[in-house]
């Protein structure tokens, strides 16, 4: 390994660690925010709860009834009627930029931060 391999190296392993930092950032912002479970139905919100209560709740879906379960700050399809049942395989969430999608009842689990809607719009085009 020559000195130019080296440098190449170390930036590197710098650009990673910088590239690493906004996702902690976020993390660390958001670390105690309220949280709270929204269930939309063909793009429209059927349920809405503190992701700190902890019961199963059912809605409905294209296919039949979607039961989701929010238990210790999480949130899952426990159980849905689709061919592959890939929603309920997804397993549990706690992040707020993962939502769980169930395409063929058109049902999306997500969870948003209660305190602020405003904070999460990225761009406003008109």
């Known amino acids: 390994m020559n000195k130019a391999d080296k440098i190449f190296i170390g930036l590197i392993v710098v650009i990673s660690c910088l590239l690493?930092?906004?996702s902690l950032w976020y993390a660390y912002q958001n670390q105690?925010?309220?949280?709270?479970?929204?269930v939309s139905y063909k793009d429209k919100v059927v349920l809405q709860k503190r992701l700190s209560l902890d019961h199963v709740y059912e809605v409905k879906g294209t296919l039949g009834p979607?039961?989701?379960?929010?238990?210790?700050?999480k949130v899952r399809?426990?159980?849905?009627?689709s061919?592959?049942?890939?929603?309920?395989?997804q397993g549990w969430v706690d992040d707020v930029n993962r939502p769980i999608v169930c395409l063929p009842n058109n049902i999306v689990v997500e969870i948003r931060s209660a305190s602020d809607e405003e904070a999460d719009i990225d761009t406003v085009i008109q």
Do not use: A, M, Q
Request: glycine fraction near 4%; proline fraction near 7%; include cysteine.
């Open 66 to 73: 979607v039961k989701v379960e929010v238990k210790d700050e």
């Open 32 to 38: 105690g925010s309220v949280k709270e479970v929204v």
């Open 20 to 22: 690493y930092v906004p």
């Open 83 to 89: 061919p592959y049942h890939l929603c309920s395989i």
């Open 77 to 81: 399809v426990e159980k849905e009627t």
